[in-house]
Nanobody, 115 residues
Framework: VQLVESGGGLVQPGGSLRLSCAASGFTFRSYAMRWHRQAPRKEREFIAGISSTDGGTNYADSVKGRFTISRDNAKNTVYLEMNSLKPEDTAMYYC?????????WGQGTQVTVSS
């Protein structure tokens, strides 16, 4: 099982980024996927999830209306489109799923929002 995030970087406030998470080693289409983030000196927090069945999504209040999670089952990839970025969005971003009784995590991609 492997999750590999990409797409992070430095962006100015108000800017946009699109994160990707490429999955392998499991039947991607069968699992709900999530994005989390962890800022320095803070706990890791859930920010977005997408179901495996109907594509239903849910978001943390802090990102609702600005971030959009999506998936492409043909490419085994989950995305996080981030708009109207704020300095408080600065964090390491991780994708994850739960399978076989445990959570699997990628290595993360850093997002820094600064002028």
């Amino acid at each position: 099982v492997q999750l590999v995030e990409s797409g992070g970087g430095l962006v100015q406030p108000g800017g946009s980024l699109r994160l990707s998470c490429a999955a392998s080693g499991f039947t991607f289409r069968s699992y709900a996927m999530r994005w989390h983030r962890q800022a320095p000196r803070k706990e890791r927090e859930f920010i977005a999830g997408i179901s495996s069945t109907d594509g239903g999504t849910n978001y943390a209040d802090s990102v609702k209306g600005r971030f959009t999670i999506s998936r492409d089952n043909a490419k085994n990839t989950v995305y996080l489109e981030m708009n109207s970025l704020k300095p408080e969005d600065t964090a390491m971003y991780y994708c994850a799923f739960r399978g076989w009784g445990r959570d699997y995590w990628g290595q993360g991609t850093q997002v820094t929002v600064s002028s």
